[in-house]
Structures are given as C-alpha cells and as structure tokens.
Nanobody, 123 residues
Framework: VQLVESGGGLVQAGSSLTLSCVVS????????MGWFRQAPGKEREFVSC????????YYADSAKGRFSISRDNAKNTVYLQMNSLKAEDTAVYYC?????????????????WGQGIQVTVSS
C-alpha cells in the first residue's frame, strides 16, 4: 500500500492550497482517510478525516471554516482544500489510511502513512 501526497508549496498568508493524496495497492473505498500535520518542534496533530462514504467528516478546531476534506473513490484520491492560510499552518502534512471504514481523530487509528509534504505559509 502506498500513499503519495502532492500539492504542497510556499504561499503567502491568505492564499489557498489543495493537497491531494493518491492511494495505490489498497481497496481505497473501504477505508476512512485522514490528514495530519507536524510543525517544526511540535508533535504531529490531527487536521481532518473522512469516512469511506464521505458522510462522516471531522475537523480540528484550527481547520474548521477554512479547510475542506473530500474524496473521490473512483480516483483513489483524498483531498484537503485549505483556504485563508495562516503562518501557523506551516507544517509537513501527512495523508493516512484508517484501519477501518469509519474514522477517528487519533493517529493510532491509522495504519498506513504517506511520506508527507511541506506547506509553508509566509506572513
């Protein structure tokens, strides 16, 4: 199973970015998916997650109202649309596959992780 993130980069505060994560080697549609991030010197933290059907979605408080998670099961891809980016959103963002169809905000509930992609927001 492989998860590959794309879409990161360097942007100015207030800009938008969309991260993508393509999953291969797994039955994508039967697993929930999540996004986590890790800023320099900080622990990895939950950002958002989506169940296999897309019906159940959770966001961290820091992401509510600005970020939007979605998935396309036909393309084995999960997205994270990030708007109104702030300097504090600067981090390495990780895509992860839930062990189950449903999702959790706990990183322990995810069994496969991408390599991570850098998002840098300049103020």
């Amino acid at each position: 199973v492989q998860l590959v993130e794309s879409g990161g980069g360097l942007v100015q505060a207030g800009s938008s970015l969309t991260l993508s994560c393509v999953v291969s080697g797994s039955t994508f549609s039967t697993h929930g998916m999540g996004w986590f991030r890790q800023a320099p010197g900080k622990e990895r933290e939950f950002v958002s997650c989506i169940s296999w059907s897309g019906v159940t979605i959770y966001y961290a408080d820091s992401a509510k109202g600005r970020f939007s998670i979605s998935r396309d099961n036909a393309k084995n891809t999960v997205y994270l649309q990030m708007n109104s980016l702030k300097a504090e959103d600067t981090a390495v963002y990780y895509c992860a596959r839930s062990e189950y169809a449903l999702v959790t905000m706990e990183s322990s509930g995810y069994d496969v992780w991408g390599q991570g992609i850098q998002v840098t927001v300049s103020s």
